[in-house]
């Protein structure tokens, strides 16, 4: 063998070394990667792991012991549950289910109207409006809350649906009204002038062409009015006084009672029961979601 | 068909004016095209007939009606969108259709007129596609379809070819100019592309700044511009200009010699002598000759496009034919013709016929 033989072949065999120590080196850093992620999910999913194994506890269990699992699984916790209260659950679902269904609807169409009037309209004071409605925005609910119910009052709409339904009919939530104008304006107003040529007004152009196009920023608007809306417990709290018209929330605080045992068991199963519709809705929906906010350059 | 008339048209943006008191008559059945530089006000002008834009003054006519305050759906025309705008929900079918169910169209007369629509641009096949599943060309058709099933009486077209590629635009030229000649209906079509204009208008205006330089045909607009500027815009490769100062009935060009004008045109002081780049001769033999060098050479097939510069520093480009032996750098002598030129003021009119 000659020098330059022996040369090429300890190169060769210096570089497969190098690359098996590289691929060594990229499978440790993949897999330290892959545990550190694994381990940061875990601590971001533990509440809702505790709230599952804490609805098959007995109540003693659930702040005895640190381990997720059940030693006996209480599937009872389930059954009694839904009819610990006076009213059962069914009713407290079906009174959630009609508030949130009001509610996504009243939003979906009063704040596309605004937001395609605001995109796409021409009126006198449009920028004094919208800076107006964006000003809102900035304002945290609990400064509105005293007002909005002696208005409501003065109504005689509380212990009424009323108070949490029709608001979401006249545009209420800026926020929708933002990301659906943030939307429309990125649709081309050749669009609209075609449509125009085409004999559409403006009712016409909304309905023809800008809503069947905006479907991702409208289901976004739907779910997270959804979501929202299912969960709120301060409206509901401050509008609804008799037990036959809680919502879910309001039901779920019941169990917690200050002068005799709290069934936390059966609490927590009914509240694993009620995120059920929204991870429901997420899971079906989460594509339009994702695909609406990128879509409206929202972050 | 029918006739449009603009009559002392203005538009302004705020206290920016963007068309200044136009007039303009497009006979009918006329396929007129509006030709300009970027922001000249030509699509501007277009939006205005079609009823996209409010006019501040001046009436617009179609037929024997006035216009301005009719919405664009009652000015019975049809507009082709540089983006072609066609609604991305809506299969082909149904965007052809869209126009005429809107006006309560009987459904079997809907269907007849798509359907001829379909056959004459030859996207019978693609009907049930969606707009996204179709190339640039046959979007363009769809979206010509679309402007012809509502039987107008004025087509409008806004850039309608700029995103095509050279190839479809060209087809796509050819194209329009026949279903101009099957419909003869009057058109009014923008462009920034002369060639386009050349060869598909039956008159140009040539807008510069929100005013009309020229209306013409291609032929008096390339060959009598009005002034300097059409010169200088109508023709391509774009005509030569060379600065001269006129005595009488000759000129003297700065630099190069003395030019004999021809009869009819005279002049005193400072003049502009414009020649077409064709127009020019390569060797000796014209009225003038030019000594220069060859600076470079553009090599296009059936011709070349040769840039020469004079003693004077001035550059001059020659089109001479593809077989044509001219090699950069080496000495050129060029003829040019007194007859062939043409002569502009000190303000930049023509000067002479």
């Given at each position: 063998m000659t020098d330059a033989t022996a040369s090429a072949t300890d190169t060769a065999i210096m570089a497969a070394a190098f690359r098996e120590a590289r691929a060594k080196r990229a499978r440790r850093a993949a897999f330290l990667k892959h545990i550190f992620l694994i381990a940061a999910s875990f601590v971001m999913i533990y509440p809702l792991l505790w709230m599952l194994a804490s609805s098959l506890k007995a109540d003693n269990e659930i702040f005895g012991?640190?381990?997720?699992?059940?030693?006996?699984?209480?599937?009872d916790n389930y059954t009694q549950g839904w009819n610990a209260?006076?009213?059962s659950f069914t009713n407290f679902f079906w009174n959630s289910a009609v508030v949130t269904v009001l509610s996504v609807i009243g939003n979906v169409i009063s704040c596309s109207f605004a937001a395609y009037a605001f995109a796409r309209l021409e009126f006198n004071g449009k920028t004094f409006w919208f800076a107006l409605m964006m000003m809102?925005?900035?304002?945290?609910?609990h400064v509105v809350l005293i007002p909005q119910y002696l208005t409501f009052l003065q109504l005689g709409?509380?212990?009424?649906y009323l108070p949490l339904v029709v608001p979401r009919f006249l545009a209420s939530d800026a926020f929708f009204i933002f990301l659906m104008i943030q939307f429309f304006r990125q649709l081309p107003r050749e669009l609209d002038e075609a449509a125009m040529i085409d004999g559409c007004s403006p009712f016409k152009i909304y309905w023809a062409i800008i809503l069947p196009l905006s479907i991702p920023a409208m289901a976004t608007a739907a779910i997270f009015s959804f979501i929202w809306t299912w969960e709120d417990f301060l409206g509901p709290l401050v509008y609804l006084n008799d037990i036959q018209d809680y919502t879910v929330p309001l039901a779920l605080r019941m169990f917690l009672s200050q002068d005799s045992v709290s069934e936390y068991g059966q609490m927590f199963a009914m509240s694993v029961l009620s995120i059920l519709p929204i991870i429901l809705f997420f899971v079906i929906f989460q594509r339009l979601i994702i695909r609406g906010i990128a879509m409206s350059g929202m972050k | 068909m029918a006739s449009v008339t603009l009559s002392k048209v203005v538009k302004a943006y705020g206290n920016v004016p963007?068309?200044?008191?136009i007039d303009l008559e497009v006979a009918s059945g006329e396929f007129l095209v509006l030709v300009?530089?970027?922001?000249?006000g030509k699509s501007t002008l277009l939006r205005m007939i079609a009823g996209l834009e409010e006019v501040n003054d001046g009436t617009i006519s179609i037929g024997d009606k006035i216009?301005?305050?009719?919405?664009a759906s009652q000015r019975n025309l049809s507009m082709v969108f540089q983006s072609y705008?066609?609604?991305?929900?809506?299969?082909v079918r149904k965007n052809l259709a869209f126009g005429l169910t809107n006006l309560r169209m009987p459904k079997d007369e809907i269907a007849r007129r798509v359907a001829d629509a379909a056959r004459i641009l030859q996207i019978e096949p693609l009907?049930?596609?969606?707009?996204?599943?179709?190339s640039g060309g046959q979007k363009q058709r769809v979206a010509i379809g679309r402007a012809i099933v509502?039987?107008?009486q004025l087509f409008l077209f806004d850039?309608?070819?700029?995103?095509?590629d050279a190839e479809l635009r060209v087809q796509m030229r050819v194209e329009l100019a026949g279903l101009y000649q099957r419909l003869g209906t009057t058109m009014i079509y923008v462009t920034h592309d002369q060639t386009e204009a050349m060869t598909m208008a039956t008159r140009i205006a040539v807008l510069n700044k929100g005013i009309v330089e020229q209306i013409g045909t291609p032929y008096e607009l390339y060959?009598?511009?009005?002034n300097r500027f059409v010169a200088t815009f109508i023709g391509s490769p774009k005509m030569n200009m060379l600065e001269a100062t006129a005595r009488g009935d000759t000129a003297e060009i700065a630099g190069i010699g003395t030019l004999k004008l021809p009869d009819g045109v005279r002049g005193q002081g400072s003049i502009s002598v414009g020649i077409r780049p064709e127009q020019i001769a390569i060797?000796?033999?014209?009225a003038l000759s030019v000594p220069g060098k060859v600076s470079l050479v553009e090599y296009l097939g059936s011709e070349i496009f040769v840039y020469v510069t004079l003693p004077s520093g001035e550059r001059l480009l020659v089109q001479a034919p593809g077989d044509a032996r001219i090699h950069n750098g080496e000495p050129i002598t060029l003829s040019i013709s007194a007859a062939q030129a043409h002569y502009f003021d000190a303000e930049g009119l023509r000067i002479g016929t």
């Open positions: 012991q640190l381990g997720l699992l059940p030693a006996d699984p209480q599937w209260l006076p009213v809102t925005l900035m304002i945290p609910y709409w509380v212990n009424t | 963007v068309i200044h008191c300009g530089p970027s922001g000249c216009v301005n305050d009719l919405p705008a066609l609604y991305p929900h809506m299969s009907m049930e596609r969606k707009p996204r599943q179709l509502r039987e107008p850039e309608p070819l700029s995103n095509l060959n009598f511009p009005r060797g000796d033999g014209g």
